[in-house]
């Protein structure tokens, strides 16, 4: 079950982080994450506290979590969506994390399933989401789901690392 973190997730979702980014510092990023920098506690921290951090767990471990949200960074303005709409119609998907311990598992297509769905019941007409260029993984699983490729930008992710990040979005028919 996907549900909305609490605080005793934080931990957990901290854990889940600090795997992913030691995994990634001895193997090669995929995500371009930086540990100590993004994301941190404070990411899950201020998610959970805004009720936008959802968590699933399996078998009492937590197996993954993303923040979803309407908060378009600056580098969202500077593509040209197919697809217009006001802010509070939008549903943005962040920091989705799958710890290296859970993946493999069709977790990162049922998250984003559930932000798709999530973003129909509340009313939303798009889904947007943006990955780094190089995370081939993730540009493969938002496509084979029906996310349409929208730009690219150069930005300075958390203001201080420097990558080409891709955005995607899809066009949902709100229930």
């Known amino acids: 079950m996907i549900r909305l973190a609490n605080s005793g997730d934080i931990d957990a979702v901290t854990k889940s982080y600090e795997e992913l980014l030691t995994y990634e510092e001895s193997c090669g990023t995929s995500c371009n994450w930086q540990k100590g920098v993004y994301p941190t506690r404070e990411t899950a921290v ?31 303005q500077t593509i040209d969506w197919l697809y217009p709409a006001p802010p509070d119609k939008v549903l943005v998907l962040h920091t989705l994390c799958i710890p290296p311990s859970s993946a493999g598992k069709g977790l990162g297509k049922e998250m984003t399933r559930f932000a798709l769905d999530l973003a129909k019941k509340t009313g939303c007409t798009v889904m947007r989401l943006d990955t780094w260029a190089e995370n081939r993984r993730a540009a493969g699983l938002y496509q084979s789901l029906g996310f349409r490729f929208a730009g690219s930008a ?22």
């Open 46 to 76: 201020k998610g959970c506290a805004a009720q936008t951090l959802y968590v699933k767990y399996e078998n009492e471990v937590l197996c993954a979590s993303m923040i979803l949200n309407h908060d378009q960074p600056e580098a969202y």
């Open 154 to 175: 150069e930005v300075m992710h958390q203001g201080v690392i420097p990558e080409e990040m891709i955005f995607f979005e899809y066009r949902l028919d709100p229930r």
